[in-house]
Every structure is written in C-alpha cells, then in structure tokens.
C-alpha cells in the first residue's frame, strides 16, 4: 500500500509541476498586469505547434526545439501585448475580453494552418525507470527534471535579478515604482513575454507525451485556472501550492477512481476555497 501511494504522488508531482508552469506564467500576467488572460491555452498550444515543426518535421534537436519554440511564443506574446493589450493594463473586465477574442483567434488560425486533426510526434526518451519499484516513464521524467529546473530559475530571476525585482516593485505598486525609475510599460512588455514563454514551454515539454492539435490549449488553461484559485489568483507561491495539490488530488483519484471524477473533485475543491478562503489558500483580499 505504501508503495502504490508514493506512485500516486510521484505521478501527481509530474503532472503538477507542469500545472504550475501554467499557472506561474497565467498568475504573474495577472498579478502584474491585472489581466485575465484567457488566451494562456492558447500560447500553450503554440508551444506544441512550434516544437512539432522544430523537431519532428525540421529534425532539430529536441532540447534547441524546445528553447526556440518558448522564445517564439514569447515575441509573439510580446506583439499582442504591444499591440493590443496594452491599454487595457488594470482594466480586468475589458482585458479579459480581449484575450478571450485573442484566444478564439490563434486557435482558429491554427485550425486554418494545420487542420483540426490530433498529431503525434516522436517521443525524445522512451522506456521506463524502475526506482525501489516505482515506475516512472522515462520521458515524464524529463518532463519533471527540466520543469524543476525552469522554475528554480524562475525563483531566482524573480528574487536576485534587477528585472526581476522591477518586476515585483510593479506588481506592488506601479506608481510607486515608476517614481524610482523602473520604466511599468517595460514591466509589462517582459512579464506578459515571460507568462506566454512559460505557457509555451509547457506545451513543448508536453507534446511528445500527448497529442498535437489547434485545441490541446483547453484542458491546460482550465487546470492553470483552477491552480491559481486554489492557490490564490497572483500569488505565485499559491501557484506552486495549487498545482502540486491539484496534481496528487487528480493523481489520487484517478487512480482509485477514474478520471471524469478525479476532474469533478478539482471543481469540488475550488467551490470549497472560493466559500471558505475567497482569495485562495495564500492569496491576500484586495
């Protein structure tokens, strides 16, 4: 029995560290910005997209792949930030409809561009790795191995970085900030950058396990949305909170379970944050 539980968590830990990919990139949108963006999905499936014609159809290496395709989502994260989202920086209601507009867009030039069907691409590592008789795919292992990587250099980007530090001086007082010199529309341009790089890297660390299509955005924006309630919407240590319990809650259930309930107790558990802790297990009421 022990055994079969430290599976489920090892298993919950794989699939919540990417949740908290997504719902990193999505709460410092928001948490700096004051948008909702409902396009998150979307730049997630632009990762899956560049990273299959990077490395399954062009041949580059699977690791270059997956660095080019984050930096392309992010300059295009970073056009649509200039272009259109900028004036609607703290307007939550309004910016949160354009980038459901956003979202309906990338996902229908996607569908123009390389059609509605799921694809498959080769998987880098295959195989599995047997630890004291625990199992563990050798390409979610890779998965989990580059994520804690990426999100560790995140926490000290955030904490020792000078860009880093702007980037928390904004998402705490904007006005305050601009008085020292930091530059907010700078702020913005490069968070909304690093929230879309983070989606996308995602998606590119997760195609090869699933399927490849214009909607695979879906599911991992409802998962980065329910990560950021429990954790708190723009608290970035609730991020990691929300995701790593999503995924062993999920890992758990499905386990014992099934998956269709597995994915009716995540609502489950949002319903119960937002009527006891409205603001999430360590977000602060505003």
Request: hydrophobic fraction near 60%; aromatic fraction near 8%.
């Amino acid at each position: 029995m022990s055994q079969l539980l430290i599976q489920i968590l090892m298993n919950g830990l794989m699939m919540g560290l990417v949740y908290i990919m997504m719902a990193l990139g999505f709460t410092l949108i928001f948490g700096i910005m004051r948008i909702v963006n409902f396009a998150h999905g979307e730049f997630y499936m632009l990762g899956a997209m560049a990273v299959m014609l990077l490395f399954s159809t062009l041949g580059i290496n699977y690791f270059i792949a997956v660095l080019v395709a984050a930096l392309m989502v992010a300059v295009v994260g970073m056009v649509i930030e200039r272009l259109l989202l900028r004036q609607f920086v703290g307007r939550e209601l309004n910016g949160m409809i354009m980038t459901l507009a956003i979202a309906i867009t990338l996902k229908a030039g996607a569908t123009i561009i390389f059609g509605p069907q799921e694809m498959s691409i080769p998987r880098p590592v295959s195989g599995v790795t047997n630890i004291a008789g625990i199992l563990i795919p050798n390409d979610r292992m890779l998965v989990g191995a580059i994520a804690i990587a990426i999100l560790v250099l995140f926490y000290f980007f955030l904490r020792y970085a000078r860009a880093g530090l702007a980037m928390r001086a904004v998402a705490q007082d904007w006005e305050a900030a601009a008085l020292q010199g930091i530059r907010p529309q700078r702020i913005y341009l490069m968070s909304f950058g690093i929230g879309c790089a983070m989606a996308g890297l995602a998606g590119a660390l997760m195609a090869p396990i699933f399927t490849v299509s214009p909607f695979i955005g879906d599911v991992p924006m409802l998962k980065a949305f329910i990560v950021v309630i429990l954790g708190g919407l723009g608290s970035l240590p609730g991020a990691v909170v929300g995701g790593l319990l999503l995924g062993v809650v999920e890992a758990g259930v499905a386990t014992f379970i099934n998956t269709t309930v597995a994915t009716m107790i995540s609502f489950a558990l949002v319903v119960v944050i937002l009527l006891f802790r409205p603001a999430g297990l360590m977000g602060q009421s505003r």
